[in-house]
């Protein structure tokens, strides 16, 4: 490991306890080396992230860990329980469900992924704008969200879905839409409270612009929470894609999904129980992971800290 | 370096507007510190704001180094004429920026060539260490702190410094090494310095001259000598001064 970063001859964990800091990548590694074992002082934290990451491992090396195709139906195997073939049994047509199930992380991964990119710098456009300059802008923004927070988010974004159509582009669409109003509502909230603050009043007498202002001084504030606020999402963005697809507004079948799998698993729920067990649970236990990842990252990401 | 004329400052609208500072006229000669005395309310920050650009809501005229400067926006040029040191060294420098990044922003803000030695000579010149540049503000001291909100100020080369109480939140035993950390400099580099504060032991060291504020008027000016003999007009004044000195 010490060959990859320049130590100056210390050992590694020294390097990154050493209170005398000789560079801004030392600085940075030790930032990060700090958050990380705080992270891992906590259990449930640790269990969260070891799921996400069998999750994010899954969806890449799903072609190794798939036992069959997930997409070839034999319809002389249909519906069989599980065994050592099947490890998960076989769907009404014949597919292996474990296979379908690994394959279906990928859609799972997608879809957050494309959530957190599209509400992540939105969100904090529209909060940040809208703190930091106030005035007319300010209420315009802030009433615009609030309109879109007054909607239960399952239901807009099943108004959405139905309006753009089925799919799962027009899923990730109408479930972003839903989640960047808390997002906004964090971002203006903590650009509120550093807004008055010295430090930004000695950047604008410096003549910092509001681009530089919001980049370089409320961003770094503002990330934290967000990241955090995101991660507690994840888990209502999980079961928001699942709803869709198990109504049949979100992924269109044969792409495996989740929440499409444990839909048509419903018709077989007395004979053919894990049909629906099966992806019901990892639809459980990937939102819980988020949940408790989410939490854990609060607190060490928390900004009343250090 | 600094003549203000019959400056009014407000806060608020309609009918909560409230006037902070009742017409102040001062001068501010190149090179001199001046301090403006006062208590909490007494509008003496009001006028350093206002001074700044930081509050845009008065009236009356301000000339910095000859020229008029208006309630709205300045222009670069007149920005680097001055710069702040904040009373709370917690607040004043962002906490997730290295020391060294702080410094260096109004050097980048202003297109400043060679940054990375112009952060290494003042951190030199402020009195820390130049691997405290890597350093984030939570893992230095209050007084540290402050030198590095000094440094920062410093960066522009502005000629005048408006000090908002830069040692109240500090250490007794810090309080002097910053201030006279400020005197060297000032002597050095030819400063003139406004320095705000409640403390009249600080300004009677630091300053040639001081202004009284009281209720948003400013009641009375005095030199040095005269706070030090205690020959000053106003009872209020006086007051202030017994105070300082544990007298009252």
Known sequence: ?306 | MIEIDNLRVFYGAGSDRFEAVRGVTLSIRRGETYGLVGESGSGKSSVLNAIAGRHTDWTGHIRINASSVGPARRSRAEKAMLQIVFQDPYGAIHPKHTVGASIAEPLEIHRRPDREKAVERLLERVGLPPQFRYRFPHQISGGQRQRVSIARALALEAPILLLDEPTSALDVSVQSEVLNLLQDLKEERDLTYLMVSHDMAVVAHMCDRIGVMQGGDLIEEASREQLISGNLEQPYSQELREAALGLA
């Open chain 1, 1 to 306: 490991m010490t060959g990859l970063i320049d130590t100056g001859g210390q050992s590694l964990h020294d390097w990154l306890i050493d209170e005398d800091i000789k560079s801004r990548r030392q600085a940075l590694a030790q930032r990060w080396y700090f958050g990380l074992r705080h992270l891992l002082s906590s259990p449930i934290a640790v269990l969260g992230l070891v799921i996400v990451v069998a999750l994010v491992l899954a969806a890449a090396f799903a072609p190794l860990l798939a036992t069959h195709n997930p997409y070839r139906q034999d319809l002389g195997r249909a519906l069989l329980a599980p065994s050592s073939a099947h490890w998960m049994g076989t769907d009404e047509l014949g597919r292996d469900v474990w296979s379908r199930l690994v394959y279906g992380s990928r859609t799972t991964l997608y879809i957050t992924m494309l959530v957190t990119v599209l509400v992540a710098p939105v969100g904090f456009l529209i909060g940040a704008l809208a703190g930091f300059i106030g005035g007319w802008l300010d209420t315009v923004l802030m009433r615009l969200t609030d309109i879109f927070l007054a909607f239960p988010s399952l239901v807009l974004a099943l108004a959405f879905s139905a309006a753009l159509g089925p799919g799962i582009e027009n899923a990730v669409l109408a479930i972003a839409l839903t989640i960047w109003p808390p997002v906004a509502r964090l971002a203006r909230a903590e650009t509120l409270t550093v807004r008055n603050s010295d430090y930004v009043a000695s950047a604008r007498l410096q003549g910092a612009s509001t681009l530089r202002i919001l980049w370089r001084h409320l961003v770094p504030v503002c990330l934290p929470s967000i990241i955090v606020r995101l991660t507690l999402n994840m888990a209502s963005v999980i079961l928001t894609a699942a709803g869709l697809g198990f109504l049949g507004l979100g992924a269109q079948p044969p792409l495996a999904e989740w929440g499409a799998m444990a839909a048509a698993g419903r018709q077989y729920l007395i004979d053919a129980w894990w049909l629906t067990t099966f992806p019901g649970l990892a639809i459980l236990l990937v939102s819980m992971a988020f949940n408790l990842l989410g939490d854990g990252l609060r607190d060490m990401l928390d900004p009343r800290k250090g």
